[in-house]
């Protein structure tokens, strides 16, 4: 499952050879959403390592990624697996008023006798 998040870049590490193989990087992304400033770690792999170059720290991003989770030795690892990052100037060509719908276009009928009890099904069909 994707999710995705805005912030500012805090932090970049630099890529990291985990093995003749394989390579990772880190970054931390800055957010505000509490009362308290959260700092999330995310990590790169592979090809996906410089991404984040263009980027400078202090500028407002947004992250996709995955959450990954493992277990070895029975110990459990999470990780936060970015596969895509949007500098601010991308951020804001992607919110185009083309983009967006009015809230009222995804709201209820408002007549409640066209409800019927097949409309609650999971199902998408």
């Given at each position: 499952?994707?999710?995705e998040m805005v912030?500012?870049?805090h932090k970049?590490?630099?890529?990291?050879?985990?093995?003749s193989s394989f390579q990772a990087r880190e970054f931390v992304v800055e957010t505000n959403d509490s009362n308290y400033t959260q700092y999330i770690k995310f990590q790169l792999t592979q090809d996906r390592c410089s991404i984040i170059d263009p980027?400078?720290?202090?500028?407002?991003?947004?992250?996709?990624?995955?959450?990954?989770?493992?277990?070895?030795?029975?110990?459990?690892?999470?990780?936060l697996n970015a596969w895509k990052v949007e500098a601010q100037s991308e951020i804001a060509a992607s919110n185009s008023p083309a983009d967006s719908f009015p809230i009222d276009q995804f709201s209820e009928p408002a007549n409640s006798d066209q409800s019927r009890a097949e409309d609650f099904d999971d199902l998408p069909f």
């Open positions: 499952m994707a999710y912030g500012k870049l970049k590490f630099d890529t990291e050879s985990k093995s980027i400078k720290e202090g500028e407002q991003l947004k992250v996709y990624f995955d959450l990954r989770g493992r277990e070895w030795n029975e110990k459990y690892f999470t990780n």
